[in-house]
């Protein structure tokens, strides 16, 4: 007979469109697992866990296939670190809530810190002997996760990117006006996102212009030459810009624009894009159109890539698949096998791999002027925003769905 | 036997996401009808009819379709005001083209402002004895056109603008953090839009604690008194405010400020949330969120209400019905005919009762304080974002349609 034991799965950094479907691909293989009796959520990542506040997602039942239209952590979510001593009290906590409630599986759905949190646990529990399978599943819109071709999230907000940029550029087109739009995009550390916004079709050509990445130290006195010979050509502009361009020191190219409006007592708000538009009614063109849609970009699940929803599902799936099968301390990655038709697999990545890294934008798929992206970056990202869902729909809107915040009866004493 | 005229159809004012809709109705009415044989479209408003500037839709009888699902004016647009009086010379540059082209129908798909353009033509071509029918089409995301229940063009807004808050909604309830969100919406003269978000609906209840309308006067202590006494109920809260809310003399709000802030040399950008934003930041919670969809809000026909296409299509159809008919200097408005289920029709109202005027959201459906909406205008709203529509799709992103801008043959010379 098969000993059963149960399971914990928690969310945890920034909300995406899909990072919902991943709990739901868990949980549909969960319950059919023999070895697992009680499913249960942390609530806001391992926070859920020290302070024993566990979600049954069984008596929930109804509400579980709900979640894979629904954007954000339905399960809440963290930012906690933690500590690199296993000496600290938390290790201590989180193994007792573990044994108290016969925890014998866990999953942790989130981006590179997340991977962090899970790779530690599993070495605390591999050095204090407690049998547990520990697996990670990858959430993030930066697409930046080593070890997977990409990162569920990424597709459904370059589907939503590319969707908006398309409609403003037909908005644009409406007026025969000489006009500049400027999109600022999500993406403090990586460009992909940025990138993404290639994907975007107008009459033949893609919309952007011109993209700005992270990765490419930003020269506002380069910026505005381009800009400059590409409105030349040209009558409306599309420009897309990260949100976390840097200086040629590596400094936030806003915080370092910020400093220098400090002596007028000035807080500057409102993102990159905002100070651009500025420089560029200055400088360029008199009529320059800004679009910032900020966190709506990372949680429009009424404009989810289909590809997307999918991957987020499987890695959820199989990660408890891997778990069952005994494997810990890895995360459930995306493999690509092909790219026309694009066919994926879900393989394992030791969490050492992915843990703390980045994966910036590559540099060989970043044009010599540093101001686009290479065929190849398109031909990697095309895929990925595809298909669409017929989410469904209440009173005209989405019909997204709120799992209670009902918890399970504690067994130990209060956290600190 | 029937004597053929032609038509020419314009779009003038700012872009909606189902203003193709009705050029599409019209067309297929048109091509249905004995008594037109050719069907223009003037390009860029009544500048196209000015500068002789027609396409002919027939012969891209294959984009038509597709424009019925493509954001912004497929004919382009303008602000284009004719002058009052008969004398001037582009009063007779426009019949003098009419006449040279043959043209008996002439319809304008706008707002207030074109209104006024389809009725000074009309009242035109009566004086001098021109044979024509003029009839207005109705659009605005504004919903402030007098004699129609609604208009063209709202309903698709307000889903937009409430799929948004709802996901945001979700994004901001991940964290258990105290936090507002502040969403700056269009509508510089009337708050419809802004009224229309409490349809989103969190757990039950409208997603907005608050909503600030340009009908009610704004005045900044009143509204951090409001937003203080709504965070001692509620961790996390909603705002919605109006881009046109406007102080106790009926100045913008935001010009106002802009003005103080006008010795620091600083010009301020982005709209009221930012500054609003900057205002709760210091006096009530660290954590503002802002979100300002700008112009993604009026062209987002990925989000459109099945409703508000609808009737988009239907208002375009039956102005070439209605002029057919021997009708002109009307606009072809909706007329509700119940709201459970909602059930509608087309009629026709006078020019002179829509041109230049405003339909303020009305002061009987805003709440004594000020800071809401009634349940009377949640029903009125409820049906005009109902339905979706599933709009084709093309490598994962909404198939669009462009006209190509070729012009038939000029008959006359130059404009100006």
């Not at 007792?96 to 790779?119: K, L, P």
């Not at 893609?206 to 800009?227: A, C, G, M, R, T």
């Not at 791999?353 to 980045?358: M, S, T």
Request: some cysteine; overall charge negative; glycine content about 8%.
């Amino acid at each position: 007979m098969v000993q059963k034991k149960n399971m914990i799965i928690c969310q945890s950094g920034g909300p995406t469109a899909v990072i919902n479907a991943s709990v739901v691909g868990a949980y549909h293989r969960a319950v059919k697992a023999e070895g697992i009796e009680h499913i249960y959520g942390g609530y806001n990542g391992i926070l859920g866990v020290l302070k024993e506040e566990l979600i049954d997602l069984q008596k929930q039942d109804s509400v579980m296939d709900g979640l894979q239209f629904t954007p954000s952590s339905a399960l809440g979510s963290c930012r906690y670190k933690l500590a690199s001593d296993f000496n600290h009290e938390d290790y201590r906590r989180i193994f007792q809530v573990f044994e108290a409630h016969n925890v014998g599986y866990f999953f942790y759905n989130g981006g590179n810190d997340s991977m962090d949190t899970a790779m530690k646990l599993d070495k605390y529990a591999k050095e204090s002997g407690y049998d547990i399978k520990i697996i990670g599943i990858p959430k993030t819109i930066d697409n930046d996760l080593q070890g997977t071709d990409n990162c569920p999230g990424f597709g459904s907000a370059a589907r939503y990117i590319n969707t908006s940029l398309l409609e403003a550029a037909f908005d644009c087109y409406t007026y025969s006006l000489k006009t500049i739009l400027l999109m600022e995009v999500m993406g403090r550390h990586s460009g992909w996102l940025a990138a993404s916004s290639a994907l975007a079709i107008y009459n033949g050509e893609p919309v952007p212009d011109l993209i700005y990445l992270p990765e490419v130290p930003f020269s506002q006195e380069k910026f505005l030459s381009q800009v400059k010979e590409k409105f030349k050509e040209k009558e409306i502009l599309f420009i897309v810009v990260s949100e976390g361009i840097t200086d040629e020191q590596g400094e936030f190219f806003l915080a370092e624009q910020a400093q220098k409006n400090d002596q007028f007592g000035h807080k500057r708000l409102g993102g990159v894009s905002l100070y651009l538009q500025d420089v560029l009614e200055e400088n360029i063109c008199k009529r320059v159109k800004v679009i910032n849609p900020g966190i709506l970009q990372r949680c429009a699940t009424h404009c989810v890539s289909g590809t997307d929803l999918d991957e987020a599902y499987w890695v959820g799936y199989r990660a408890v698949d891997y778990a069952l099968q005994g494997n810990s301390g890895f995360m459930a990655a995306i493999k690509r096998l092909s790219n026309q038709p694009y066919q994926w697999d879900v393989r394992l990545v030791p969490l050492e791999q992915v843990a703390n890294k980045e994966k910036k934008f590559p540099t060989e798929w970043i044009v010599p002027e540093g101001n686009y992206i290479t065929q190849d970056a398109i031909e990697y990202m095309k895929p990925l925003i595809e298909g669409s869902v017929i989410a469904p729909l209440w009173k005209g809107l989405p019909r997204y769905n709120i799992l209670k915040r009902e918890f399970i009866p504690r067994k130990l004493n209060s956290w600190k």
